[in-house]
């Protein structure tokens, strides 16, 4: 199975910082990578999406960015962080075009913006 | 629009007791529901995952159902264990355009008490 690795684990960033927050995974090649943040009492929201190296899809306009530098490696980043950019930020894995196959996800950055 | 409602919001129960979770979806084309099990902080793990022509799966003390007529699943656990105490997602996922898109639940928080 996969394993995926998140980092920093907690975070507490001023508004106005940037941010960067870094995903990586073991135990697959090319997987389809998401982003995804919880916010406290909701579901799920997905950020972003990459099928590959350089391919990132957005779901909901932001001012968070990602980017893909390596197959295995998924990176979320802000310029100026927001209030509301406050949650609990989740990067998954998935074997790419196997649609029945699991997300796997990593262990989650809370990020609290002050 | 797609949805997917989780039914209790949260539940209390007697370590040993049995417990059932709903999860009515609005999701199409479907491709497959799977139920995630989250610990407070942490990412959420798989459970179960079921297609449109499974109508029930098993793993362990956990057994889900699905409906696609009614467009319900459930969620059932048994003789449940204090380590049960969790939030339990529901998300149902559509195959497009080479990825899966996931629509998450806002979860059931349980809670097993001694």
């Known amino acids: 199975s996969q394993t995926i690795h998140q980092w920093p684990a907690t975070l507490v960033q001023p508004v106005g910082s940037p941010l960067s927050l870094e995903c990586t995974v073991e135990g697959t090649s090319n997987p389809n990578l998401y982003w995804y943040r919880q916010a406290a009492g909701r579901g799920l929201q997905l950020l972003f999406y990459s099928v590959g190296i350089g391919q990132i899809s957005s779901e909901v306009p932001q001012n968070l960015s990602a980017s893909r530098p390596q197959d295995r490696q998924f990176i979320l980043s802000s310029k100026k962080l927001l209030l509301s950019d406050s949650g609990f930020y989740l990067c998954?894995?998935?074997?790419?075009?196997?649609?029945?196959?699991?997300?796997?996800f990593g262990p989650g950055t809370r990020l609290t913006v002050l | 629009k797609n949805q997917v409602e989780q039914s209790p919001q949260s539940l209390i129960i007697l370590e040993g007791k049995n417990c059932t979770l709903q999860?009515?979806?609005?999701?199409?084309?479907?491709?497959?529901l799977r139920w995630y099990k989250q610990d407070t902080g942490r990412g959420p793990v798989s459970l179960t995952i079921?297609?449109?022509?499974?109508n029930t799966k098993s793993n362990g003390r956990y057994t889900a159902t699905l409906d696609a007529d009614t467009k319900q699943s459930s969620l059932h656990i048994t003789a449940s264990q204090l380590s049960d105490s969790a939030s339990y997602i529901c998300?149902?996922?559509?195959?497009?355009?080479?990825?899966?898109?996931?629509?998450f639940g806002t979860g059931t928080k349980l809670q097993v008490i001694p």
């Open positions: 998954a894995s998935q074997t790419s075009g196997d649609y029945t196959d699991t997300q796997y």
């Open positions: 079921m297609t449109f022509s499974e």
């Open positions: 998300v149902v996922s559509r195959f497009s355009g080479g990825y899966q898109k996931v629509t």
């Open positions: 999860c009515n979806y609005t999701v199409s084309p479907f491709s497959n």
